[in-house]
């Protein structure tokens, strides 16, 4: 099976390691993901700004190019997810915007919103399957206490990103338990990092990253998982070390037996 | 410049919905950053007190986190309504927060391109 692949600027550079054993534990799993070709930046913020439009047109390049290959199109990174998932919603739901866009961009066929725009997360959960996905693996993370860090922008706001339960979500704590490690929960797992404003402030960026860190060691958690290259600089450059973070993909691929192999 | 007006067509929101529950402000991690916590800000915005608004630190603090917006009961949107503002400040000549001249000296070696590129997506418009 073959999905379209967004990576995103970050993920070609600083969160290399979230795309590298993203794409090596998809390709074990059966799934191809293919890079769709040309992309540009996502737009790195969803502009809440109703009459902005172009700082979303990259995105809907994206999703009309996506369109056209007739594949849905797969996003790992958190940010990337959140600004193409929602620019899609306003094409299918805002006329004014559709319009404009279309307008602008005068492509071969206009669009309106028909890609369908999937994060990794749920390709493993919908596709793969979490059963599916533990049957596979050769190395399960026994006795691991892990937390999982959704941060915000996988969930919120819950109509458009509809992922998960946008209070209680347990997509990650599923994919946790399916590489046989143990989730815990904690109440932090999905207020904010501290996002962009660590160039602005970050001594609040700092207060953000020790409460997400000291509330997750308080539970009992050994180590962070994230989706998010910016919540990963955060929590380990912002926090005091309190615990160890990663990329869920890299502990996919510790699980499926892939990084040993490569070593 | 009607800046009430303007900050209902930026946003799209009626600041007026809102029933002054405090959700907002209660779950709002940037909240002791602001000099107007969330709720403050609305009811300010639903009294035309825009141009106060639009010289306070607090539309700089707001992480863009949509906790506010996931948990207001009645769709007010606060922050939507804090980057209405901000973007009321920024699309004015000149009055960019960030500029790009200054993002060399932010850099470091962890930092990802995600991380600058949001900031000065929310920092300036350019002019």
């Given at each position: 099976?073959?999905?379209?692949y967004?990576?995103g600027?970050?993920l070609?550079?600083?969160?290399a390691?979230?795309?590298?054993w ?8 059966g799934?191809?993901?293919e890079e ?20 979303r ?5 994206a999703l ?9 199109l797969v996003?790992?990174?958190?940010a ?9 919603y306003?094409?299918a739901?805002d006329?004014t915007?559709?319009?404009r ?5 005068k ?12 994060h ?12 599916q996905?533990k049957k596979?693996v050769?190395?399960p993370l026994?006795?691991e ?18 992922m998960d ?6 997509i990650?704590e599923?994919?946790?338990?399916a590489?046989?490690?143990e989730?815990?929960?904690?109440a932090?797992?999905?207020e ?5 404003v ?11 990253a020790?409460?997400?860190l ?6 009992g958690a ?10 990963l600089?955060?929590?380990?450059e912002?926090?005091?070390g309190?615990l160890p ?9 510790q699980?499926l037996g892939?990084?040993?192999?490569q070593? | ?22 959700k907002?402000t209660?779950?709002c ?6 000099e107007y ?9 639903s ?5 106060e608004?639009?010289?306070?630190r607090?539309?700089?603090?707001c992480?863009s986190?949509?906790a506010c ?6 769709n007010?949107?606060?922050?939507a309504l804090?980057?209405?503002v901000r973007?009321?400040?920024l699309?004015q000549q000149?009055?960019?927060?960030m500029?790009?001249d200054?993002?060399?000296a932010l850099l470091e ?6 991380a ?7 920092y300036?418009?350019?002019?």
């Amino acid at each position: 099976m073959t999905y379209s692949y967004f990576p995103g600027c970050t993920l070609k550079t600083k969160g290399a390691d979230l795309d590298h054993w993203g794409r090596l534990s998809m390709e074990a799993l059966g799934i191809h993901l293919e890079e769709l070709p040309q992309w540009q930046c996502c737009g790195a913020v969803y502009p809440m700004a109703k009459d902005e439009i172009a700082s979303r047109l990259s995105a809907v390049r994206a999703l009309a190019a996506a369109r056209d290959l007739n594949r849905p199109l797969v996003t790992l990174c958190s940010a990337c997810h959140h600004v193409i998932k929602r620019t899609n919603y306003d094409m299918a739901h805002d006329e004014t915007f559709r319009d404009r866009a279309n307008n602008y961009m005068k492509l071969d066929t206009p669009y309106a919103g028909e890609a369908r725009v999937i994060h990794y997360l749920e390709v493993l959960r919908d596709t793969v399957g979490f059963d599916q996905l533990k049957k596979q693996v050769k190395h399960p993370l026994t006795g691991e206490k892990i937390g999982a860090y959704y941060g915000c922008l996988l969930l919120r706001p819950s109509k458009q990103m509809a992922m998960d339960d946008p209070e209680n979500p347990t997509i990650l704590e599923d994919f946790i338990r399916a590489i046989g490690a143990e989730p815990v929960i904690y109440a932090q797992r999905n207020e904010c990092c501290g996002g962009y404003v660590t160039l602005e402030n970050r001594d609040f960026a700092k207060r953000r990253a020790n409460a997400v860190l000291e509330n997750a060691q308080a539970q009992g958690a050994q180590m962070l998982i994230t989706a998010c290259p910016l919540c990963l600089y955060n929590l380990k450059e912002n926090g005091g070390g309190q615990l160890p973070v990663a990329y869920f993909t890299q502990l996919l691929a510790q699980a499926l037996g892939i990084r040993e192999e490569q070593a | 410049m009607n800046w009430t007006e303007t900050i209902e067509r930026i946003s799209g929101v009626n600041p007026r919905k809102c029933m002054k529950c405090g959700k907002c402000t209660a779950t709002c991690p940037a909240y002791e950053e602001m000099e107007y916590h969330p709720h403050q800000f609305v009811d300010m915005l639903s009294s035309g007190r825009v141009e106060e608004l639009m010289g306070s630190r607090g539309i700089y603090m707001c992480l863009s986190c949509f906790a506010c917006v996931e948990r207001c009961p009645r769709n007010v949107e606060p922050a939507a309504l804090i980057e209405a503002v901000r973007t009321a400040v920024l699309r004015q000549q000149g009055a960019n927060h960030m500029k790009a001249d200054a993002v060399p000296a932010l850099l470091e070696e962890e930092l990802p391109q995600q991380a600058i590129t949001s900031a000065l997506r929310k920092y300036s418009k350019g002019g």
